[in-house]
């Protein structure tokens, strides 16, 4: 009797362990697989695009809603509404150089410059109740960033690799 308890639960357990195993196999794949996928430079323009469109709006609510907090008139109000112009900044050097070389691939260092400073806005995010309108926009923001990291294979927004 015991000795067939003991097959069922060692059965059972390399059952789910196959199982396991056969899900990180799975979920190793299909990263890969999304690396793999290469984009073309007018795919990657419609990423870069969205994410100017998605920054443009989010900016002046970021700063309105900031000025409506308690931080207002702050030094760190100063700072974060500055990392906000840095991430337009960024953004505006990551299309200029975009648009002026040939491969796309090029421009994985303006790509990572971007997505750090948009970690620290993210941290401020995180942290701060800003209205649902401010942080609607940071959502739609901090997705299309997250696309472009994917494009570029980049660890995502709030990566414990950004500062």
């Known amino acids: ?3 067939k308890f003991l097959k ?16 990180t196999a799975s979920a ?12 073309t ?6 990423v870069i695009k969205r994410v100017e469109n998605q920054l443009d709006r989010f900016v002046g609510e970021y700063d309105r809603s900031l000025d409506r907090s308690r931080l207002d008139g702050t030094g760190r109000e100063d700072w974060l509404n500055k990392r906000a ?3 337009e900044s960024a953004t505006d050097e990551l299309r ?5 070389r040939d491969s796309w691939y090029e421009n994985r260092d303006e790509v990572r410059r971007c997505l750090n400073i948009a970690s620290d806005i993210d941290k401020s ?7 649902p309108a401010t942080e609607s926009n940071w ?4 997705a299309e960033l997250n696309a472009l990291a994917d494009v570029f294979n980049e660890p995502r927004i709030g990566s414990r690799r950004y500062k």
């Open 28 to 39: 190793q794949y299909r990263r890969g697989q999304r690396y793999r996928t290469a984009a």
């Open 41 to 46: 430079k007018a795919q990657v323009d419609r």
């Open 139 to 142: 959502a739609k923001v901090r």
């Open 125 to 131: 995010m995180r942290s701060l109740r800003l209205g």
């Open 1 to 3: 009797m015991k000795a």
């Open 96 to 100: 200029r150089e975009f648009d002026r």
């Open 85 to 87: 112009r840095d991430l």
């Open 8 to 23: 069922a639960i060692i059965a059972l357990s390399a059952f789910v362990l196959l199982l396991g195993l056969a899900d």
